[in-house]
């Protein structure tokens, strides 16, 4: 597959984090405003080197350092609705239709925003994002509770009483050793009693047992990453695979895992491309999602994740097609949207790339 077809294919994306895909260009000018002086240099193109070298140092404390500076720059109603906008139109300019974009509102106090402040700036970005773009893209909020802080149950209120205004869902995100799901399970309930989705960040850092806990225990509908599921797995000899009840819970009941190659490298959860798990995973029938994570500090986009796949597995339309088609049929949108972006944007958008292929 074409680089330039990947950038055209119609792409979803469920798993993206608004503090970690900031423009470097951006941050130093927010910095700059606002009078921010942490950042390690003001060189838009070194700042980008600079994010993704300490995300790749296998230190946790470099990596959680990058979201330090992010988070620093995103504490006014300008700069988060700046920050948003520019996420919708740097999606869609990498022709991703659908996106569920996820940040902690508590995370973004520090110059005194109210938690309703910062949902309603950073709403307001996406719709001008999506203004800006001409309508190309539909962007949710996801809002994430911190694993490490015991704010989670505000944070599931706040997502309930903004679900009619552009926020779809709510996440639990953070360090999972030490903060399994359910401790927050009053937050989860809550989201129960009032009908309100949400996927947890689990099988990531921690193994099955952490998605057990998510999937069984606190209800969740999607998986963050998820890979570790290959821990209820048994691969023979012959390359046949025995599944474990969990695995096949998760599999039967079509739970997406909202999986991300290049980020799964940069923690360890992964060793390589061509040893990801995804591959194996959507073999015995998985629903798999392709997602980001963190744009900036991982240095990737929808396309680059698409072409590391493409590489590793020999993947071509027909799997990615795949894979958006599931981003969208696990998206927490009302069905009929849901079923407007497959048949009509989705579809046809692979029928022409799969034309311009057989003509070429
Ligand atoms: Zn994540």
Redesign the pocket.
Known sequence: MHLSDILRAPKAVL?D?LDGGLRPATIIELARECGYRGLPTEEPEALGVWFRDAADSGSLERYLETFAHTCAVMQTREALERVAAECAEDLAADGVVYAEV?YAPEQHQERGLTLDEVVDAVNAGFREGERRTGGRITVRALLTGMRHTDRSLEIAELTVAHRERGVAGFDI?GGEIGNPPARHLPAFQHLKRHSCHFTI?AGEAVGAESIHEAVQICGAERI??GVRITDDITVHDDGSATLGHLAAYVRDNRIALEV?PT?NLQTGAAKDYATHPIDLLRRLGFRITLNT??RLVSGTTMSREFQHMAEAFGYGPEVFEEFTVAAVESAFLPLPERRRLIDEVIRPGYAALREAASSK
């Open positions: 798993h984090h996820r995100a960040h963050g990453h991300c980020s994570d963190n």
